[in-house]
């Protein structure tokens, strides 16, 4: 298994140009999570998605869209970027299975937004 | 909403010691998990250790242990034996549905 492999590693944008940064795992795992890393801050979730055909906001969603049409790809759209959005991106999996708990995590994006 | 503190932003301890790193979170549910994640400088997070709230026995993996109070709302981990690999940033995090981080504890070891 690949397990969480996110691409691309590191990109550049000018601000108000669009990308998707994409989101794959090969767990079949129902459970697909977003989130950024900025200095001096855990983790927060920007969005999430418990199945295909399912998602939700999680704590700051504003500027990233996200949909879920299969279990394996979860893709990040940013619509305009702003310098604001300059961060580390990290999307994780988990199973629905509570004996299963362990969420795993991607390589992470580095995002630099100019 | 939930929340998780970590109240130590910078820890050292000697190479070979035991340091223990503080957690707390807030929570009214009684049935959640908690977290340990290690981030390398690779920005790679890795599950160090868990605990199932419903369990009162503290989970232990090799070096690492918890102190799980769950009256207290407290969930902290120590790192015995500890070696230049365990140098790292470290991430408590709580989940009831969806996962919520602290800001994390960068710990040093000294050779």
């Known amino acids: 298994n690949a397990g969480v492999t996110q691409t691309p590693k590191f990109q550049v944008l000018k601000t108000g140009q669009s990308m998707t940064l994409q989101c794959a795992q090969d767990?079949?795992?129902?459970?697909m999570s977003w989130y950024r890393q900025d200095p001096g801050m855990g983790l927060r979730l920007i969005h999430y998605?418990?199945?295909?055909?399912?998602?939700d906001q999680g704590e700051v969603p504003n500027g990233y869209n996200v949909s879920r049409s299969t279990t394996e790809d979860f893709p990040l759209r940013l619509l305009s970027a702003a310098p604001s959005q300059t961060s580390v991106y990290f999307c994780?999996?988990?199973?629905?299975?509570?004996?299963?708990?362990?969420?795993?995590f991607g390589p992470g994006t580095r995002l630099l937004v100019l | 909403a939930q929340t998780v503190t970590q109240s130590q932003p910078e820890m050292s301890v000697q190479e070979a010691e035991t340091v223990t790193l503080s957690c707390t979170y807030d929570?009214?549910?009684?049935?959640?998990?908690l977290f340990w994640y290690k981030q390398p400088p690779s920005r790679q997070m890795i599950l160090v250790i868990r605990?199932?709230?419903?369990?009162?026995q503290n989970a232990t993996e090799n070096r690492f242990s918890v102190n799980f109070q769950k009256a207290a709302k407290s969930f902290s981990l120590k790192i015995s034996d500890s070696q230049l690999g365990d140098a790292a940033m470290y991430f408590c995090a709580y989940r009831r549905e969806k996962l919520t981080f602290g800001t994390g504890t960068r710990l040093t070891i000294i050779p």
């Open positions: 998605s418990v199945g295909a055909g399912i998602t």
């Open positions: 994780a999996s988990r199973s629905r299975d509570r004996s299963q708990e362990t969420q795993y």
């Open positions: 767990m079949n795992h129902e459970y």
């Open positions: 929570t009214s549910e009684s049935d959640y998990y």
């Open positions: 605990q199932e709230a419903y369990k009162q």
